[in-house]
């Protein structure tokens, strides 16, 4: 079996986690501040805030923001369900800009569902692909809006003149299965110094000193075996994620034209995509449906998944949600319908990459 995902830890990992254990010290401490210095000089801004997962990284992103009852949120509805739940676990309301061919928020979408009750914009960075950020800040910036960026699964993505996470508040997973996975953990990268002090003081139940509380806060650490983990698979992520581009490239070269499959869109100018998931589309004429084709994938004994099989808000706990506003985005509902990922993971060999090729192309031949 090909797996979709493989974990595999630099060597350096055993002896620093090794450290962490024999120091006593497991909780937030020194390691985890060199994970922050490092990721944020990785993503060229000023600060980088560890916490304990991608969707409290959201959380406290939205909480720093103050937003009110009635508050709206624009996101994307192609995403993974921790987005909405960060919107309405903030207690604000969650609309949907739909997307493009990228899978990403189309920005003209966004400006028109901003109204007087928008509050901040929250594009997605799907699949490791960023968003059109540019000109999602020309749209903050002409409402007076903060950018949220989700780029859980972009670590490391160049977007024009900046990187991922620059453009406003950037919030990260660690997730297990993430291009840089800790298990669990997350990171909120800002270039403005106000914010990241809020965000500081918030992750550590609003104490600025010991019990001097400035804010109803919250637990968000994340442990120093967690950046452990981490830091030599930062180290590395440069080199990770253009194997992962060069494996997306073969893989494309070998399936572009295969009937019934499309091939992940070629990059804007100046924009990387990281290829968490190398994403197809099966399309309505291919011999097999969408389902069948993972299935006889998987079958083949090549890793297949669908990520994700409906709009985020597609499931009746948030259609009949108070703070769910269902919008109109037919363009999510057929990616809903026609995605398929497949492996594409920094560890795959050519003679792998060749039998993930000839796999898919035996299948859509029916
Ligand atoms: C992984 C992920 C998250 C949440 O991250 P966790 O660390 O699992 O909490 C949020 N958004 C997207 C798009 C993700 O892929």
Known sequence: MIPLTKVQLPAEVEPLVLGVLRSGQLAQGELVATLEREFAALHDVAHAIAVNNGTTALIAALEVLDLQPGDEVITSPFTFVATLNAILQAGATARFADIGDDFNVVPDA???????????LLPVDLYGYPC????????????????????????GAICGSRHVGGFGIGCFSMYATKNLATGEGGMITTDDDALADRLRVLRNQGMRQRYQYEMAGNNYRLT????????????????????????????SANLRGVDGLVVPPDPSPGRTHVFHQYTVRITDDAPVSRDEF???????????GVYYPRAVFDYDCYRDHQRVVVDDVPAAHRAAREVASLPVHQFLTDGELDEISSVVTAVLRG
Do not use: Y
């Not at 400006?111 to 928008?118: D, I, K, N, P």
């Not at 903060?146 to 780029?151: G, T």
């Not at 993972?294 to 297949?304: K, L, M």
């Open 110 to 120: 966004v400006s028109g569902l901003v109204g007087e009750r928008t509050r901040a």
């Open 132 to 155: 059109d950020l540019d000109a999602l800040a020309g749209i903050a910036t002409a409402h007076g809006l903060p950018i949220v960026e989700d780029a859980a699964q972009a670590v």
């Open 224 to 251: 120093d075996l967690a950046a452990a983990v981490g830091l030599p698979q930062l180290r590395e992520l440069p080199a990770t994620n253009e194997r992962r581009q060069a494996n997306a490239a073969k893989l």
């Open 294 to 304: 993972v299935e006889r994938v998987v079958g083949r004994g090549v890793g297949c």
